[in-house]
T-cell receptor, first 111, second 118 residues
Framework: AQRVTQPEKLLSVFKGAPVELKCNYS??????LFWYVQYSRQRLQLLLR??SRESIKGFTADLNKGETSFHLKKPFAQEEDSAMYYCALRPSGGSNYKLTFGKGTLLTVNP | GAVVSQHPSWVICKSGTSVKIECRSL??????MFWYRQFPKQSLMLMATSNEGSKATYEQGVEKDKFLINHASLTLSTLTVTSAHPEDSSFYIC??????????????FGPGTRLTVL
């Protein structure tokens, strides 16, 4: 069975401060990991995926298979980063496999 | 980019009636669509996986007779909540995967449908 754990339900930081949203996973096979973001009153959208190894909006995430983690980081948070962030996992092999989401972390960036 | 629409965006119905929610992929074909349910300030819970031309696969605990899913074409899947009750009130979200599949293809999410059962 696949499981995604986001230990922090709420995270509040000040503008310009570093931010790290934690994500741990449990899966016996080879996983694909994703971070999705949901801004207020908007649909869920993909922020980044581990296979792309890219930085989006200043965010990065590194898959650590030893620690089974995929933490999302940004060195300097901005107010517009305030949103709900979901970590998600799916088995490697294709987009037709189901995603398993964590419970989400609500990030608030204060001015 | 790929766009997924849902209709209606919100619906209010009386207890005991049935409600149909449509999910459409507007600019791509989707062999697979997923239906999720999201409670306020909570995560998305997968309800079922819908494959074009075949029966949907429901997650454990989801009543297939209550949540009827039809994926009749490569661009349309419908979720019908039958004999709705107040506890069915929720935010229903669909996502669609392009027909070409592959690891680099993502799921695209619809804007969601807010169902309120009185």
């Amino acid at each position: 069975a696949q499981r995604v754990t986001q230990p922090e339900k709420l995270l509040s930081v000040f503008k310009g401060a570093p931010v790290e949203l934690k994500c741990n996973y449990s899966y016996s096979g080879s996983p694909e990991l994703f971070w999705y973001v949901q801004y207020s009153r908007q649909r869920l959208q993909l922020l980044l995926r581990h296979i792309s190894r890219e930085s989006i909006k200043g965010f990065t995430a590194d898959l650590n298979k030893g620690e089974t983690s995929f933490h999302l980081k940004k060195p300097f948070a901005q107010e517009e980063d305030s949103a709900m962030y979901y970590c998600a996992l799916r088995p490697s092999g294709g987009s037709n496999y189901k995603l398993t989401f964590g419970k989400g972390t609500l990030l608030t960036v204060n001015p | 980019g790929a766009v997924v629409s849902q209709h209606p965006s919100w619906v209010i119905c009386k207890s005991g009636t049935s409600v149909k929610i449509e999910c459409r992929s507007l600019d791509f074909q989707a062999t697979t669509m997923f239906w999720y349910r999201q409670f306020p300030k909570q995560s998305l819970m997968l309800m079922a996986t819908s494959n074009e031309g075949s029966k949907a696969t429901y997650e454990q605990g989801v009543e297939k007779d209550k949540f009827l899913i039809n994926h009749a074409s490569l661009t349309l899947s419908t979720l019908t909540v039958t004999s709705a009750h107040p506890e069915d009130s929720s935010f229903y979200i669909c996502s669609a995967s392009p027909a070409s599949g592959g690891s680099y293809n993502e799921q695209f999410f619809g804007p969601g449908t807010r169902l309120t059962v009185l």
